[in-house]
């Protein structure tokens, strides 16, 4: 398996947010929210196997988020959505791309007729949950506009998904 170099990704995928953005709104693709929430598409070239990495950035509302979709080719990515308290984004993007991976061959096992994938916030569950923060984590899903179904994990809950 290839190694990725966090340090590079992490650094690449902030210095381009800014290009990545007007690119991807000049065509049409990215989403920009009154409150400005940025969804970042970034694919990660080969070889690693991640079909894309999106970020989602909400400042008014405190949400970190980032979300790794796996694999689509049984169909849409599924993965639950852990709420934690992460020391660093290089963190959160290392448990997201693990994570996700993992999802795609548990529904791939269970022939769930789905793929892989995985979202994480960078907050602490029991402090920063609000219902503020998963309504804009649920527009940055919302964006994805199918590619990514969220279910509860670490740090969230069923009612928490139905805010979501």
């Known amino acids: 398996m290839a190694k990725i170099d966090f340090n590079k990704v992490e650094q690449n995928l902030h210095q381009a947010m800014h290009m990545i953005f007007v690119k991807n709104l000049v065509a049409g693709k990215a989403v920009a929210h009154r409150h400005a929430v940025l969804f970042l598409g970034h694919h990660i070239d080969k070889p690693t196997p991640q079909d894309s990495v999106v970020e989602a950035i909400n400042e008014e509302a405190g949400l970190h988020a980032i979300i790794a979709i796996h694999n689509t080719t049984m169909g849409p990515a599924l993965g639950g959505t852990r709420i934690y308290p992460y020391a660093s984004a290089k963190d959160a993007l290392t448990d997201v791309l693990r994570l996700s991976q993992g999802m795609t061959y548990k529904s791939a096992l269970a022939e769930t007729g789905l793929g892989g994938g995985k979202s994480v916030i960078i907050a602490n569950p029991k402090k920063d949950k609000t219902e503020k923060l998963l309504e804009a984590f649920g527009e940055a899903v919302n964006a ?21």
């Not at 179904?149 to 979501?164: H, L, W």
């Open 144 to 164: 994805l506009k199918g590619a990514y179904i969220c279910a509860e994990d670490s740090g969230t809950t069923t009612e928490d998904m139905m805010v979501v």
